[in-house]
Every structure is written in C-alpha cells, then in structure tokens.
C-alpha cells in the first residue's frame, strides 16, 4: 500500500505524538520471575482477550500515573509510582480501524501492596511464564511478552490486518529511554 493512509504513514505516526496514548502494566512474581499476573478482558476495548493491565493515559496525567490508577481499578492493586519501571514502549497500528491505533507505554513492576481482585472491567489470574495463554491474547503479544519478562527494554511497532486482528508487520528495537516516565 502507498500514499498517507499506507503502512509507511502509520510507522512514522508512532513517532509523531499523534497517536492517542495507552498503558499496560505486568506485575511479575519470583525471581527470576515465575508468574506473571494478566487479566481477563470482560468489556471495552480487547474484550475476550486476555492482556496486561491498564488503559487511556488521561489529559494531564503522566503515563506512570495512569498506569497506577489503571492498575488500582482493574484489580484492587496499589503501586507505588517509584515501583513501577518503564520498561518499553509498544505501538499498534490498526490501518483498517485507525481509531484502535495507539502508543502504549509498558511498565512491570515486582512490588505492590494487596491481592488482585475481580471487578468491572477484568477478571485477574496467575499465570506460569512458561505456560502463558497466548492463544486468548492478542498476537502481538508472543513478540514482546517474554522479552519483558526476561528484563529486556524494548520497543515494538505491530502494523495489523485487514481483520485487525493478524499482525503482518513487526519491528522491535532496544528501548533505552528512561526519560519517558
Ligand atoms: P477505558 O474506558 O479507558 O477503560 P478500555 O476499553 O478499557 O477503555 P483502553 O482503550 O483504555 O481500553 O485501553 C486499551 C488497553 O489495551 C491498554 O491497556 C493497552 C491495551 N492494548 C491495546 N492494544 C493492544 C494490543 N494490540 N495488544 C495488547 N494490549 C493492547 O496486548
């Protein structure tokens, strides 16, 4: 595809500032890490899925923070904001469905206070890092999921199908910007 609509447009709108801007936080248990808490997506955006915590950073707020208030909504879990670590950075690109496309800021944390609870939104579980349920999760999870468990910095740009839910482009550099919190 070519032109301002095309793939290559999209890949310089992770750059830009452009596009609306999101949070996914993993809290791993053990370590190495052994479990990794991941929620049951019962409404909204990726509804069915199972995916990280988190959700829209709101006007005002730093991605840190809306990572902490998302976290605390979902599951009942507080944080401190210096026991999140920045550890990446992921952008979906939805070429169909550009409404979808977004910048995600990931944190992981191994500190927290209190044990996930069900609510609204998600229904949270424990999940073994060997034995993680890619199958209900999105695609572009198999790409960068382990790689921040294993401690890696990343940052990943999925460009998605048609379907806008087959992931046909990938690129995943090292990601280094501490700053970004
Ligand atoms: P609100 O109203 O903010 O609760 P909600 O429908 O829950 O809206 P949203 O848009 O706030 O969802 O947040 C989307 C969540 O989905 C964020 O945590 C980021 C995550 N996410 C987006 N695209 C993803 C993808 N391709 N793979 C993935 N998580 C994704 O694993």
Do not use: L, T
């Given at each position: 595809m070519v032109g301002s609509s095309g793939p290559d447009h999209d890949l310089r709108a992770c750059a830009s500032g452009s596009l609306r801007e999101a949070t996914l936080c993993l809290l791993v248990r053990g370590n190495p890490p052994g479990h990794v808490l991941l929620g049951y997506k019962?409404?909204?955006?990726?509804?069915?899925k199972i995916t990280g915590f988190g959700g829209k950073v709101e006007p005002g707020e730093t991605p840190v923070a809306a990572a902490v208030r998302e976290l605390e909504e979902e599951t009942g879990i507080t944080v401190a904001l210096e026991d999140l670590l920045a550890v990446g950075q992921l952008c979906f690109l939805f070429?169909?469905?550009?409404?979808?496309?977004q910048l995600v800021h990931v944190f992981l944390s191994t500190g927290w206070m209190g044990v996930p609870q069900e609510g609204r939104e998600m229904r949270p579980a424990w999940y073994a890092v060997d034995r993680l349920p890619y199958e209900q999760m999105w695609q572009d999870s198999l790409y960068w999921l382990p790689r921040f468990i294993a401690g890696e910095r990343i940052r990943g740009r999925f460009v998605f199908d048609r379907d806008n839910e087959t992931v046909v482009d990938v690129t995943i550099d090292a990601w280094d910007d501490v700053n970004e919190r």
């Open positions: 019962k409404e909204g955006f990726g509804a069915g070429p169909s469905r550009p409404a979808w496309s």
